[in-house]
């Protein structure tokens, strides 16, 4: 009876000690904002032509999608049918990746999400408003 005992306890506790040493974590903060999305962009772009500034303002709709990334910490954006992020979350929803210093974005909740981003300088730029909601 006591060997049975024992070794039961010897399973619990090596159980116990693989489970909490494994490497990844069951529980991915990164889950509930996987699945399909639809964006909305606003794209902004300007230039300065013959002295003039000039505004063009394009929205486009896309049913796109959240996925894991190529990271622990990364979510892969789909947000148009020709362009997609990489961008790292933190447990918190704020989404940042410091090759991208010039952008910034937050889940608002686990269905909203708001991400902007600023290229170019020097006379002409291109802004991206983008705001996913999950379907």
């Given at each position: 009876?006591?060997?049975?005992?024992f070794?039961?306890?010897?399973?619990?506790?090596?159980?116990?000690?693989?489970?909490?040493?494994?490497?990844?974590s069951?529980?991915?903060y990164?889950?509930?904002?996987?699945?399909?999305?639809?964006?909305t962009?606003?794209?902004?772009?300007?230039?300065?032509?013959?002295?003039?500034?000039v505004?063009?303002?394009?929205?486009?709709?896309?049913?796109?999608?959240?996925?894991?990334?190529?990271?622990?910490?990364?979510?892969?954006?789909?947000?148009?049918?020709?362009?997609?992020?990489?961008?790292?979350?933190?447990?918190?929803?704020?989404?940042?990746?410091?090759?991208?210093?010039?952008?910034?974005?937050?889940f608002?909740?686990?269905?909203?999400?708001?991400?902007?981003?600023k290229?170019?300088?020097?006379?002409?730029?291109t802004?991206?408003?983008?705001?996913?909601?999950?379907?």
């Amino acid at each position: 009876m006591r060997i049975k005992s024992f070794l039961k306890l010897i399973v619990i506790l090596t159980s116990t000690f693989i489970f909490y040493n494994c490497e990844k974590s069951i529980f991915d903060y990164r889950h509930k904002y996987v699945g399909e999305w639809k964006f909305t962009t606003i794209q902004t772009d300007f230039h300065i032509d013959d002295t003039v500034g000039v505004y063009k303002i394009d929205t486009v709709y896309y049913n796109g999608s959240i996925n894991y990334g190529e990271e622990r910490e990364d979510l892969y954006i789909h947000y148009t049918k020709d362009r997609s992020l990489n961008l790292s979350v933190d447990k918190n929803g704020k989404l940042y990746n410091s090759s991208i210093n010039y952008g910034e974005g937050e889940f608002e909740s686990k269905e909203k999400v708001c991400i902007r981003i600023k290229t170019g300088g020097l006379g002409a730029w291109t802004k991206y408003d983008i705001t996913g909601k999950k379907q």
